[in-house]
């Protein structure tokens, strides 16, 4: 694509489009970033040297360009969309319905707590609601199970513990450790395929919050692909937010999302493996290209997530859907073979990726694209780490979307600090506060 139509296109969605999704500067020094900041950036982009230009306010990445993302970056914050620009260290006040867990180190969750991501579109999602009267304390499966299934609403606390069993979701709750130390042993569904304890087979509106989930222990590569996921969503489940979950150990996957789920918000969650089985592939989007019902949906926010110990792909992997990651830190150091990579964008799927750390081995791929562009496109800036020479973790290729919420995005540099501390970090690392 040429500057001049590049230039033109920014102009066209800055112009005419209802919502923007970027970041920052006051290039022309009126005590104000707008989208004539923006516009001036694109024309400087492209070598029209704009009057009353101020290059050092320009970068607002604070990757030393000056470019089309840092105009689009501007218009994203200009409407709200973002609510800092690094490059220039300008912050607004995050928006009230931005959906914000709980701030590092203070480990604190509460009933009221906005669901942030593509779980808050559409609708939203509620879960069991906030009247926390009616809530219900399980201390073993069975009751968790009997509860968890259905679609009368309801709050679940679950008291410290191991749950062995599985555990299928019905539609319209909220599931909520009451502190550190909540372990399923087995997995949690989330499906339209399959019924629940209670003969319901739909599962949508549910939240997750604080709990650990371990797959069951196999042995050969065809038990452990053919054995359940940890944490699966998919055959119409939508509006799911999981959040502040530590999923291990997954059979086939950690926690895959596909045939048609969808508005899914993963947050502040754990993925790893304790031991080194074969298929270690953690988070799969869409099962196959030929699932054409999985178009126009798998629509996933993955933010200030951590891909750890022993995970050798799919961080996510994705088709078809609308993928959203950022703030999130890739750690994993198990390149057996070269087959490290975190994100693999497939068939028919955009990503945008921002702000997040590649901390995995030099020879490892930040991004694997393939060798030939069967997704739609992939935007990634802000990220920092490291990732194999002719895989950049940082680019602009295709067409991507435009992210239709709030969200509140941190300088990648503090990503690590934020996602991997033992109180208020990723997994179940939290306590319930009334």
Known sequence: MNKKLSMLIVVFILCFSQVFAVECGDVNSDDEVNIVDALLVAQFYVGLNPTSFDESAADVNGDSNINIIDALLMARYYVGLINILEGCNIQQTPAPTSGITPAPGTGIIKIT????????????????????????????????????????????FVEPGTYIGPLQLGANKTII????????????????????????????NVIIRNIAVQ???????????????????????????????????????????????????????????????????????????????????????????????????????????????????????????????ALGP?????????????????????????????????????????????????CDVGTVFIVPYPYDLIDATKVKDAVTAQVGGAGNTCVFEQ
Not at 130 to 151: C, E, F, P
Not at 182 to 200: C, E, F, P, Q, W
Request: net charge negative.
């Open 113 to 156: 707590d906005h669901t942030p991501g593509w779980a808050s579109m559409a609708g939203g999602t509620t879960g069991g609601g906030t009247d926390l009267s009616k809530a219900i304390t399980v201390t073993s499966m069975s009751d968790l199970q009997n509860h968890a299934a259905g679609t009368d609403s309801k709050i679940i």
């Open 177 to 204: 450790g009451t502190e550190p130390g909540v372990l399923i042993k087995g997995y949690v569904h989330m499906r339209g395929d399959t019924a629940d304890i209670s003969g319901n087979k739909e599962s949508y």
């Open 215 to 341: 797959g069951d222990h196999c042995s050969t590569l065809t038990e452990c692909k053919t054995g359940p996921d940890a944490v699966y969503m998919g055959w119409g489940a939508h509006h799911l937010w999981l959040d502040h979950m530590d999923i291990y150990d997954g059979q086939d996957g950690n926690c895959d999302a596909t045939r048609a789920g969808d508005y899914m918000t993963v947050s502040w969650s754990q993925f790893r493996y304790t031991y080194d089985k074969e298929h270690r592939f953690s988070n799969l989007i869409g099962g196959s290209d030929n699932n054409i019902e999985s178009r126009g949906k798998l629509n996933i926010t993955y933010m200030k997530c951590w891909w750890g110990e022993r995970v050798i792909q799919r961080q996510p992997r994705g088709r078809f859907g609308d993928v959203h990651c950022f703030n999130n830190y890739h750690s994993s150091k198990s390149n057996e073979d070269g087959k490290l990579y």
């Open 346 to 394: 497939g068939f028919e799927m955009a990503l945008i990726v921002e702000n997040c750390v590649f901390d995995m081995t030099p020879d490892a791929k930040a991004i694997k694209l393939g060798d030939e562009p069967v997704w739609r496109g992939v935007l990634a800036t802000g990220n920092i780490g490291q990732s194999k020479e002719g895989y950049p973790m940082n």
